[in-house]
């Protein structure tokens, strides 16, 4: 079964203070590593795709990697805008076409 | 990216009455719509995947005479929670696929928020 951990569960961040989140995961043939960002009471805004080991992408402060067993959200000098719940999924082989979330990382900035 | 809109944001309903929730891709062809629900700090779990012109398929424990999901088209999908009681009310929230070329991307709506009074 594809599982996916993420941690830590909450991160409180200065304004400027550079940090990373982690996303474990396990995965019978890995189609895709998806990173999203949840404001409260809306829906999760896509962030990026990453498909194979040594993979990176970045969108302005953000830059995600991957590895065989992991995936990183580097966040680089965070703004309070940046405060949001990231979210973590892994699409398989088994039951293709679903994503399996992780219960995501709460990020706090203050200014 | 690729847009997906849902309507109502809110709906208060009554106990027993039933909810209908759309779900459109704005700029973009779905063929495969996928509907969640969100509990209170809780991450997202799957209901249901829709494909257009076809039954959907529900996941393991979800009703699928209380939620019925209709993919007429292949801009629009539909759900809609049957004689609803209080322990429906969640943020529910779709989700289309844009899969293109060996590229994958899942796009979801900004939710409805759902009370069952």
């Known amino acids: 079964e594809d599982q996916v951990t993420q941690s830590p569960e909450a991160l409180r961040l200065q304004e400027g203070e550079s940090s990373s989140l982690n996303c474990s995961y396990t995965?019978?043939?890995?189609?895709?590593l998806f990173w999203y960002r949840q404001d409260p009471g809306k829906g999760p805004e896509f962030l990026f795709t990453l498909y194979s080991a040594g993979e990176e992408k970045e969108k302005e402060r953000l830059k995600a990697t991957l590895t065989k067993k992991e995936s990183f959200l580097h966040i680089t000098a965070p703004k309070p805008e940046d405060s949001a719940t990231y979210l973590c999924?892994?699409?398989?082989?088994?039951?293709?076409?679903?994503?399996?979330f992780g219960t995501g990382t709460r990020l706090l900035v203050s200014p | 990216g690729a847009v997906v809109s849902q309507h109502p944001s809110r709906v208060i309903c009554k106990s027993g009455t039933s909810v209908k929730i759309e779900c459109r891709s704005l700029d973009f062809q779905a063929t495969t719509m996928f509907w969640y629900r969100q509990f209170p700090k809780q991450s997202l779990m799957l209901m249901a995947t829709s494909n257009e012109g076809s039954k959907a398929t529900y996941e393991q424990g979800v009703e699928k005479d209380k939620f019925l999901i209709n993919h007429a088209s292949l801009t629009l999908s539909t759900l809609t929670v049957t004689s609803a009681h209080p322990e429906d009310s969640s943020f529910y929230i779709c989700?289309?696929?844009?899969?293109?070329?060996?590229?994958?991307?899942?796009?979801f709506g900004p939710g409805t928020r759902l009370t069952v009074t």
């Open positions: 995965v019978s043939g890995l189609r895709g």
């Open positions: 989700s289309a696929r844009v899969q293109d070329r060996g590229s994958y991307e899942q796009y």
């Open positions: 999924a892994v699409r398989g082989n088994t039951g293709f076409q679903k994503l399996v």
